[in-house]
């Protein structure tokens, strides 16, 4: 058998026992071995059962991807790990805060605000503060048409993500 | 029901007891203290008291590999936790079951810089299977009883309990074992049934089969061994095992290559090289197994049992890879050979195994033998004839050429009866381990195969093996080099050997003589046989000094880079073949 050898981006949706430790215990297992992390958001998702829900965005060979998902679930405190690139129709979203700042391309950032959906959520005289909603490449291209207009600072969420269609986890 | 309350320490003593462990390996400091104040009132745990930290942890090593228990190591905050880190990464890479209580400054005081902190578990975290912070007293019995179980199921590691002081001395519950059940953690032990039929259906049909077996039939349990000696002989295929398979199969069995690898045998090389189906059990594609990866049994189909789903397709990818424990899975495929009738290519596989006597007749262990300085291998082989006839000895080693030859030249018949530090390599390793070892088999002839370098790193244990009197043997082959490291150089680095020769070795007769051991030395191969002999029958501990031939390398030898058909078989065949540039950066 052999590989083929070029990346691909994989959302990997990995259910943990909230405990201490946990986060470190999947960003050093990612670090340690060399893998990729693009993204990687985490919350408590079922407080009543302690457990939290890790979102993560990778790349790598067929091969590495296996890999990853592989040792995740060695992990003891892990109790699912779900490919959600491979497992069917699924939902991204990314959520940024983008400040403008000065006052030559007001009206132009508002006006791009408005075609991607974007909401202000700060002004004052001399900024905006947008909150964004979608995809990271929505989020990026939104990003870089604010640019020229007086970008000054971001905050992004990282990828959320959840499968289409009645199944949970 | 409600359980009763006790000290955290007490706890601790309870929930060994309850877990059937009888021997554990640790040293005190304040931050444990109250642990073994406890252990101090009670007498059906003994503790062994170490010299160092270090010794604890490839003590409990050597005493779970050999006995299939669960090793337990007690230790200190701060260096105490430290020290142990080598043995816990050896533990781990070996797949050793270990479970290390470390004592921790109070919970109010982490965090602090406090005397003999140490963030243990952040440290431990990627040299541990799992490990635990406990911050409660409530808590501490059932995450004492989950170590346990995560320890040795599924694929065995070490695990680690960080134990701040205050909740050894607080009062919580105590949860018997029967009571905990982890939730989350089960590991999948029964084999697929449809992968296992079409894995059974390939080797019926192979034509140059081979079984490539490791020690994860040793972690198995000794039935797994019994199962594929028995699969072995019901197929006629021929059979390899890596260094931490050593005594899966019989190494008198006629089917048996020999160990395969960078110092492997050259028929167990070339067979591998040379076969269509590899059957893989319990064995990992070791880089000092597979060689150059693009270059591995190319024309070979592959199969993979392993209970660790992240062992299969991480170094080569197979064509079947079946998940669990290699005892059930052997049993399952017996049962599926028998049943649908089944059978070997008989023609096939006699060619295939003439073609094997050919190459086993290249006698690739051969070595110059001389009247006038003792050959390494020699001085192995001779201590196998002399002691093979008794059931009951154990063999460790430390990390070296001596490690090699041991591999090569021992034969060993049954599991659990070799110990070796494969996937780390840890010099020092081999005489805790030992101690480790005649503890839980008091008669038996236990001998660390050593060299002078490696038995360096952990002398100290000496002083523990006097204390326990323990009639461990240290058989070291002493050739005044780091020969390891010193073939290397020879081989890569133009013979420039820089800090790999030891001036001012201990005179380690004397050496034994001041631990209350007794030393011997041979100097010349007429000495051998009767230094050999005199150590097997003194019933206290010995240090045997055997000085061999320095100049001495270990082969067949895969040079890094190479391929499992580009083997060195000895000092003659360097000049050939130089050494790639992308072998020059493997280790
Ligand atoms: C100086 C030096 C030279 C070396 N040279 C060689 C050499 O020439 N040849 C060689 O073979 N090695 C050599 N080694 C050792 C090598 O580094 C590896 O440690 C060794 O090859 C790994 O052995 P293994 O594949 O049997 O795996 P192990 O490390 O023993 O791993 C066991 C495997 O079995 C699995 N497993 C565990 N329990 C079970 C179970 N119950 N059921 C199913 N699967 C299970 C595990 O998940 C794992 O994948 C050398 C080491 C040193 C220090
Ligand atoms: C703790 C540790 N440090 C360094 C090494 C690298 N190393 C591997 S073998 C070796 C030399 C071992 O010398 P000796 O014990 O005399 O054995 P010999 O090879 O001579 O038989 C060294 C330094 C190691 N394996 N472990
Ligand atoms: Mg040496």
């Not at chain 1, 091969?63 to 405190?77: A, F, G, H, S, Y």
């Not at chain 1, 000065?102 to 202000?120: H, K, N, P, Q, Y």
């Not at chain 2, 003590?59 to 779970?64: F, R």
């Not at chain 2, 030891?502 to 009767?530: H, I, N």
Request: hydrophobic content about 40%; aromatic content about 6%.
């Amino acid at each position: 058998m052999s590989a083929p050898n070029n990346n691909q981006r994989h959302t990997i949706a990995v259910l943990v026992d909230n405990e201490p430790g946990v986060l470190a215990r999947v960003v050093g297992l990612f670090s340690g071995r060399g893998y990729n992390i693009e993204s990687l958001t985490v919350a408590e998702t079922k407080p009543e059962a302690g457990v939290s829900r890790i979102t993560i965005v990778t790349s790598g060979t067929i091969q590495i991807i296996e890999q990853i998902k592989n040792q995740l679930r060695r992990l003891v405190p892990v109790h699912t790990v779900s490919d959600l690139t491979i497992e069917g129709p699924h939902v991204e979203r990314e959520l940024a805060l983008v400040k403008v700042s000065g006052t030559a391309g007001r009206v132009e950032s508002l006006r791009i605000a408005d075609i991607f959906r974007a909401r202000v959520v700060d002004s004052t005289n001399e900024s905006f503060v947008f909150e964004i909603v979608g995809r990271p490449d929505k989020l990026e291209a939104f990003i870089k048409l604010m640019k020229p207009l007086g970008l000054v600072d971001v905050a992004r969420t990282g990828v959320v993500a959840i499968a289409r269609g009645p199944q949970a986890l | 029901m409600a359980y009763e309350e006790m000290t955290g320490a007490k706890i601790l003593v309870q929930a060994l007891i309850d877990q059937g462990i009888t021997d554990v390996f640790g040293y005190p400091g304040g931050a444990i203290l109250p642990v073994y104040d406890e252990l101090f009132q009670q007498n059906q745990i003994r503790h062994v008291l170490v010299r160092q930290e270090g010794g604890a942890v490839h003590g409990a090593e050597g005493y779970a590999r050999s006995t299939g228990k669960v090793g337990v190591v007690i230790v200190t905050s701060g260096p105490g936790s430290t020290n142990a880190v080598t043995g816990l990464a050896d533990a781990l890479m070996d797949s050793i079951p270990i479970v290390c209580f470390c004592g921790q400054v109070p919970t109010h005081l982490i965090g602090n810089d406090a005397f003999q902190e140490c963030d243990t578990t952040g440290i431990t975290r990627p040299c541990t299977k799992h490990n635990y912070l406990v911050k409660s007293t409530k808590d501490l019995a059932r995450t004492i009883h989950e170590a346990f179980y995560v320890a040795r199921s599924g694929r065995p590691g070490p695990v680690l309990i960080d134990l701040p002081k205050d909740v050894s001395l607080g009062l919580g519950p105590y949860i018997p074992p029967a009571d905990v059940v982890h939730k989350t953690y089960q590991p999948r032990v029964e084999g697929d049934r449809a992968l296992i039929e079409q894995a059974v259906a390939m080797m019926a049909e192979a034509k140059r089969p081979i079984f490539y077996c490791g020690g994860g039939v040793i972690n198995s349990g000794p039935r797994a061994s019994e199962l594929l000696t028995q699969f072995v002989n019901m197929t006629g295929f021929p059979v390899t095992l890596t260094l931490m398979g050593l005594g899966a199969v019989p190494a008198s069995h006629p089917q048996f290559l020999g160990m395969l690898g960078m110092h492997g045998t050259y028929e167990a090389n070339l067979a591998m090289h040379g076969s269509d189906l590899i059957i893989a059990i319990g064995s990992r594609f070791d880089d000092r197994v597979t060689g150059r990866l693009n270059a591995f049994a190319p024309n070979a189909k592959k199969i993979h049992i392993d209970i660790d789903p992240s062992s299969i397709n991480k170094n080569v990818l197979v064509d079947i890879g079946i998940v669990g424990d290699v005892t059930r899975v052997l049993e399952a495929m017996i049962e599926v050979w028998k049943a649908r009738g089944y059978k070997a290519d008989a023609a096939a596989i006699a060619d295939w195994r003439r073609q094997i006597e050919e190459w086993k007749g290249r006698n690739c262990l051969a070595y110059r033998h001389s009247d006038e300085i003792i050959k390494p291998q020699h001085a192995i082989k001779r201590l196998y004839e002399l002691t093979k006839h008794r059931e009951d000895v154990f063999i460790t080693t430390e990390v070296g050429q001596h490690q090699m030859w041991a591999a090569q030249f021992y034969g060993f018949e049954k599991p659990n009866h070799w110990m070796t530090s494969g996937g780390l390599g840890t010099m020092g390793y081999g005489l805790p381990a030992a101690m480790g070892v005649q503890l839980a088999h008091p008669d038996a002839l236990v001998i660390d195969i050593a060299g002078e370098a490696s038995i360096m790193m952990n002398i100290q244990e000496m002083s523990t093996i006097n204390q326990y009197r323990l009639p461990v043997k240290v058989f070291i082959l002493n050739n005044e080099y780091m020969g390891m490291v010193r073939q290397w150089q020879e081989l890569l680095h133009g013979g420039r050997y820089s800090q790999s020769y030891m001036s001012s070795l201990p005179d380690f007769v004397k050496l034994a003589d001041a631990f209350g051991a007794v030393g011997l030395r041979a100097e010349k191969p007429s000495e051998l046989d009767d230094v050999i002999k005199e150590m097997i029958s003194i019933d206290r501990t010995v240090i045997a000094d055997i000085r061999v031939d320095k100049a001495e390398n270990c082969f067949p030898m895969i040079p890094s880079g190479a391929a499992h058909n580009e083997m060195l078989l000895g000092p003659q065949d360097k000049a050939e073949q130089p050494i790639s540039e992308e072998g020059m950066v493997l280790v």
